[in-house]
């Protein structure tokens, strides 16, 4: 493959339109054949000749093609075509002229390369969609050269043959399929608050359900209110016997991938972790972010966060004790809770105890009584424990 | 296992499947009113039961308490319990963890998800308000990647509207929760989003349209997971036409693939029915978590009132009904107000890519003759039905 700067393109006659890939004004005979249609030439333009060495040409922005250029229509048929070019002596199909010439090389035939001479009046091509209803029909939105006209209509119109066997994701264009097979399942995608995840979908289901994504929208509205940032904070209640050590937002027991337990969580159920996530609240800048969310976001009240984790951590430090008695953890965890401004009335423990405890003797006790003959074979059952209701 | 049946001659609880013996033998006991073959019967399994062990003895452990409800006609007071202490331990932070676990080792659920999304994408496809009217028990874990694809795949990006309908069952804090952290994710996302609960008062039978706020100008979906089973059995043709009144571009359902309804009245066969299903779902459990996960305790545990409520309460006395039916029993239903969609090859590509990310003996089968839908597999055993429907 060859610059094209440095080749022009045969000029000899070939059924199809056949261009090199960049912007620069080619020289064609006008007879093009059938397939070549120009839709408008809106203006003639006078191309200046840069002198040798050509200067590179800029691309023009995408987008806005340039008006004096002219619109080319090719026919789904030309731009769906590959290897157009084929040799004689082997069959061998080529996208580009030049390729071919170059091919000829080897079977020893006369091979022709000519260099680009730029004349007046050649014009630059922009080229449309010829699927009148793709928004690139119109030549206000042509694109700007062959490969890129070729491309899109293959990706949007086009059938996409080619698929990604990890994924199911299809594809038309070859090499958009290729590119895409490089990288797909080695990608590997990581939440705010630490986890990594192999599966995107995983990965997507587990982030909106996070406490990270909602201490990231409570950071932005504590820059308004405070209060708003204290209850965000807040946890559910999760029992400290059936669960974990109490689940502050600053305990990530939960979100550790490793299978260790962490020596934190087991020995001090209360100590506040100081690293995670908190940093990860401070330095996280949400690098994708919707447009929305940006015009949204205030100036990050960094001072107030690390003020609450170590007034928590204080706190914590303070009601430190034997983590056996049940009586102490629930008070501390009304002070947690308190500080975190989480709503009073909650169960608490004694309030499961009891039913799980009491549950399966509540039902034999029942049975027993309700019914006269037939139950009393049923009080020698014994005591069915809490197995059997609670949850 | 208790050794002090030596002296019998051959022990029970040394066979291979003698919690599913025993169990069939207690019911037929109970369905002949022996009640000495009862007792016997009871009590045996009682020794041997334990929701900690393996899986005959938690088979053992949930299908003994039915049995125990039924044969003492208790079992209303027991679904009353059970539900009191469920909502009583039940918090968002719970519920995530079960499902979001459960969702990462089974595609049990979220083969439903997958096979729905496709549908309802292609169904809502060019549409510029959506309104998606969602009665699922899977805490609106399917919404997040749907949110991500009409972010990413679609030019322009369209609104979506959420209405999830809850039972009484689900607590409403759960639900709020749970509200809050997809209005974030759909802002994170870029996608507009509005979503309103609507609560059914006792039972998911009497949703009427105007509960739901239509509005004219959105194109609406509905989704049912595992929810049209909890329709009382009498009023499914009702139930079924009210959703065609809402003129839905499509209907999602996924019911897993059970009978406990054709058998009603006849409790043998329909506890045989029941003891099979549950079987192959603690199997499945079993196998796909590890030995000593707390969120398998639960999912197992969130059985029991399924199954006391099929095996130990009348029609009307359980409170929410939990009957379901087979794939083949759903479409001769459906068909009498709606055509089956097919699902696309891209969605049931999406399907295969989503099993190939779990544990094998997950597979994916179509459905056979005049029945539409699709089948998730484990161990080639038909477990989950999934299916789109068009008026």
């Known amino acids: 493959m060859f610059p094209s700067g440095t080749m022009s393109n045969s000029t000899s006659m070939s059924e199809e339109a ?57 026919s789904p048929k030309t731009l769906m075509a590959t290897n157009r070019f084929v040799c004689e002596i082997c069959n061998k199909g080529f996208q580009r002229d030049q390729n071919l010439q170059l091919h000829r090389r080897g079977h020893n035939l006369p091979w022709k390369l000519r260099q ?96 990270a994504l909602a201490e990231e929208s409570a950071r932005l509205m504590a820059a308004t209110t405070d209060a708003a940032a204290a209850t965000a904070m807040t946890t559910s209640i999760s029992h400290p016997l059936l669960h974990h050590p109490l689940f502050l937002p600053f305990s990530s027991c939960d979100y550790l991938p490793n299978p260790n337990p962490n020596p934190n969580c087991n020995t001090s159920p209360y100590q506040v972790k100081p690293h995670n996530p908190l940093p990860s609240l401070l330095h996280h800048l949400p690098t994708t972010i919707s447009p929305y969310l940006s015009a949204t976001m205030h100036p990050l009240p960094t001072t107030r966060s690390a003020t609450i984790s170590t007034a928590a951590g204080g706190q914590m430090g303070s009601s430190m004790f034997d983590a056996g008695d049940p009586s102490a953890w629930q008070r501390s965890d009304r002070l947690t809770r308190d500080f975190l401004g989480a709503a009073a009335g909650d169960t608490g423990e004694e309030g499961l105890l009891s039913l799980t405890g009491a549950l399966g003797l509540d039902l034999v006790t029942a049975a027993s009584c309700d019914r006269g003959d037939h139950a009393k074979h049923f009080v020698g059952f014994p005591p069915v424990t809490g197995t059997w209701g609670d949850c | 296992m208790s050794t002090s049946r030596q002296s019998e001659p051959d022990d029970p609880s040394a066979n291979e499947k003698w919690a599913a013996s025993l169990l069939l033998d207690c019911a037929k006991a109970i369905s002949e009113k022996d009640s000495s073959k009862i007792h016997q019967l009871l009590w045996m399994l009682n020794e041997l039961a334990s929701p900690y062990g393996d899986c005959d003895q938690k088979l053992a452990s949930y299908f003994l308490q039915a049995l125990f409800c039924k044969a003492t006609e208790s079992g209303e007071r ?71 694809a009409l972010a990413t795949r679609s030019d322009e990006t369209p609104h979506l509207r959420l209405t999830v309908v809850v039972t009484v069952s689900m607590g409403g804090s759960v639900m709020k929760e749970i509200g809050q952290r997809m209005e974030k994710f759909a802002r994170l996302m870029g996608v507009p989003f509005e979503l309103q609960v609507v609560r059914v008062a006792s039972q998911l039978g009497e949703l009427k349209e105007e509960d739901l706020g239509l509005r004219e100008d959105e194109a609406v979906a509905v989704n049912c997971i595992g929810a049209l089973r909890r329709v009382g059995v009498e009023e499914r043709g009702d139930f079924i036409r009210m959703l065609c009144n809402l003129r839905p ?41 590890a030995p000593t996960s707390n969120e398998r305790l639960m999912l197992e545990r969130e059985c029991s009132r399924s199954i006391l409520s099929v095996l130990a309460c009348d029609e009307d006395g359980g409170g929410e009904c939990d009957r379901r039916e087979k794939g083949s029993q759903w479409c001769a239903r459906l068909m009498e107000a709606f055509s089956p969609m097919s699902f696309s090859d891209d969605a049931i590509d999406d399907v295969r890519a989503l099993l190939k990310r779990y544990r094998s003996g997950w597979s994916l089968l179509p459905a056979q003759g005049d029945d539409s839908g699709l089948y998730l597999t484990w161990k080639d055993e038909p477990v989950v039905w999934a299916s789109a429907w068009k008026p």
Not at chain 1, 43 to 67: I, L, M, V
Not at chain 1, 180 to 209: M, P, Q, W
């Open chain 1, 18 to 74: 056949s261009v090199s890939s960049d912007t620069r004004a080619h020289d064609y005979n006008n007879s093009m054949g059938s397939l070549c249609t120009p839709i408008s030439p809106p203006y003639h333009q006078q191309q200046q000749q840069e002198p040798q060495p050509k200067a590179k040409k800029k691309r023009s922005q995408p987008g806005n093609p340039d008006p004096d250029a002219e619109v080319i229509a090719l």
């Open chain 2, 249 to 289: 571009r499509v209907v999602t359902v996924v019911e897993e693939e059970a009978d406990f309804t054709s058998t009603r009245s006849e409790y043998v066969k329909c506890f045989e029915e029941c003891l099979r299903f549950y079987t192959v779902f603690f199997e499945m459990l079993e196998e796909s978590f």
């Open chain 2, 78 to 148: 027991c679904y009353k319990t059970l539900v009191s202490v469920a909502e009583k331990s039940h918090s968002f932070e719970s519920a995530r963890k079960v499902i979001l676990k459960f969702q990462e080792v089974s595609p049990w659920t979220t083969f439903g998800h997958v096979a729905s999304n496709g549908a309802i994408l292609e169904a809502l496809e060019g549409e510029a308000k959506l309104h998606i009217i969602d009665i699922s028990n899977t805490y609106c874990t399917q919404w997040p990647t749907l949110l991500e």
């Open chain 1, 116 to 211: 680009r001479s730029s004349k007046e009046g050649v014009r630059k091509r922009v080229y449309v969609c010829p699927e009148s209803s793709c928004i690139h029909h119109h030549p206000s939105r042509a694109l700007g050269d062959l490969t890129g006209i070729k491309k899109h209509y293959s990706r949007k119109h086009g059938e996409k043959k080619w698929k990604c066997e990890k994924c199911s994701k299809r594809y038309a264009v070859h090499s958009d399929w290729k590119a895409h097979v490089k990288t797909c399942g080695t990608r590997e995608y990581r939440c705010d608050c630490g986890t990594l995840f192999s599966r995107k979908d995983s990965f997507i289901t587990h982030r909106a359900f996070c406490d």
